[in-house]
């Protein structure tokens, strides 16, 4: 899981949830050589032991909650075109680490996969677990078929699967996450009630028969697709026309309260340059596996701002009296 954040001056703003949050190997690795090389890192660091150890173990805590005990023999890492992918450098880093584990693991496209006799299959062999790359999420489109009947068919273990972006990931959960009165109901604790008032911005399912309400105020708005990923598709308020206007509300969107993100200043080619700054948490079974940062410029995050890009977040102590950071 990934917990995306904008450090607003009232606290931090929980932005977005994904489950397919790419990184998190590059990230541990990354953590690592900042311990080697930085004191101060390892002091400040917000999570202990060896992350790429904990990430492996998530995959095998998956796989028996799904298959009950052992491992599996074949892990398979499917990523639409994987080669041209962003972050293939990490799919290569995810083979290493499920070959190191002893788990035999390939990197394929949907389209390369079989479903016959029972099983899920990647030419002779057969596949036993997919880490799921896809933003397919739902397995919609004709090349994620095969992958989609092994699923329903429960020949093999997805993670993360349809199941777990409906429940925990889709951004319509959020307009629930601000429903007082739901959550309530739901027998919601006023401590958890307030936390939730505390950190998600207020989110609401775009409505057509809202329009004219959310065309008024849409630039105090952000406008993403329910199931969309990253920053595809999405739109701040008073960037958007007419036209995308139309787009918007002819599909499934959600409208937010736009919190703007902190910002740092770095130095790139000699230069002091600011960034804007979103945290990630990485997360699994309810607990923190690491947490990294992304910089970047625009409108939304992205990894091809010079000097952009991950980079480590640390947590430090705040004295009460002075308001200063402390190590």
Known sequence: MGYDFHLSPDGPKLIEINTNAGGVLI???????QRLCCTTVEQAEVHSGDPAAAIMESYLQDWRRQRKNGQPETIAIVDEDPVRQFFYPELLLFKSLFERNGVRAIIAPPDKLKHRDGALWF????????????????????????LKSAYLADDVVVTPNPRAHAVLANKNNLSLLCDKRLLREWNIGEAHLQALADGVPETTPVDTRRQDEFWAARK???FKPAAGFGSKAAYRGDKITR???????????????????SVRNIVVDGAIDTMKVDIRNYTYDAATLLTAARLYQGQTTNMRTPGGGFSPAFSVDIDQQTGCACE
């Open 220 to 222: 105090k708005l952000f």
């Open 243 to 261: 036209r995308v206007w139309t787009e918007i509300l002819e599909n499934d969107y959600v409208a937010q309260a736009i919190v703007q993100p």
């Open 123 to 146: 030419g002779d062999k057969t596949v036993d677990m997919v880490y799921n790359r896809l933003t397919d999420f739902y397995f919609e489109e004709a090349q994620s078929s095969v």
């Open 27 to 33: 990230n541990a690795y990354l953590s690592q050589a």
